[in-house]
């Protein structure tokens, strides 16, 4: 079954820091562009982050450039995204999704056809 | 950035009904659009893509159309489980993508 499980979420100060993992699983990883999405509660989706098969290019929205990190180890099947100087705006349920694979090629530039369950993260004092 | 602007933000409808849905593009994004369907509590579920392409998997009373910069989701005859908050998203303005704020499908 192809499945993404997100971890890592939790309570944490402004400022603090917070590390999230996905495992992927029943596809081959290492051929996928794979994403961070997020939803602040009660509003809408927000992608975050975007990593390429090998990790060679990273692109980010600009309310977290130079302080979240996305990055993946294809040998362990995982997406990370590394989370510093978290802010109160940054709370929100954190999604990793793929982006879909046409029939002859995986670009960046498609849909994301599978999804995680989501992992919380709670930024307050 | 692309904008991403959904109409309307929300919607009432019975069973059976034809629902339609409209997301518009601040510039062109050629057929690069995505739509997504989420119940509370889950992630969302790719319903369709390249703007008119069905989802494997996704029932047929679904239908996407479109182009540039005006889209349309339609449910063609709305069941049960359809009632949800509907998402599209562009994918053409490499490398950055945008989700429209969300349509919720309520039951009349």
């Known amino acids: 079954e192809v499945q993404l499980v997100e971890s890592g979420g939790g309570l944490v100060q402004p400022g603090g820091s917070l590390r999230l993992s996905c495992a992927a699983s029943g596809f081959t990883f290492s051929s996928y562009w794979m994403s961070w999405v997020r939803q602040a509660p009660g509003k809408g989706l927000e992608w975050v982050a975007n990593?390429?098969?090998?990790?060679?290019?990273?692109y980010y929205v600009d309310s977290v450039k130079g302080r979240f990190t996305i990055s993946r180890d294809n040998a362990k099947n995982s997406l990370y995204l590394q989370m510093n100087s978290l802010r109160a705006e940054d709370t929100a349920v954190y999604y990793c999704?793929?982006?879909?694979?046409?029939?002859?090629?995986?670009?960046?530039?498609?849909?994301?056809?599978?999804w995680g369950q989501g992992t919380m993260v709670t930024v307050s004092s | 950035a692309i904008r991403m602007t959904q109409s309307p933000s929300s919607l009432s409808a019975s069973t059976g009904d034809r629902v339609t849905i409209t997301c518009r593009a601040s510039q062109g994004i050629s057929s690069y659009l995505a739509w997504y369907q989420q119940k509370p509590g889950k992630a969302p579920k790719l319903l369709i893509y390249a703007a008119s392409t069905l989802q494997s998997g996704v029932p047929s009373r679904f239908s996407g159309s479109g182009s540039g910069t005006d889209f349309t989701l339609t449910i063609s005859c709305l069941q049960s489980e359809d009632f949800a908050t509907y998402y599209c998203q562009q994918y053409y303005s490499y490398p950055t993508w945008t989700f429209g704020q969300g349509t919720k499908v309520e039951i009349k």
């Open positions: 990593i390429k098969q090998d990790g060679s290019e990273k």
């Open positions: 999704a793929r982006v879909r694979c046409s029939s002859t090629s995986c670009y960046a530039h498609d849909a994301f056809d599978i």
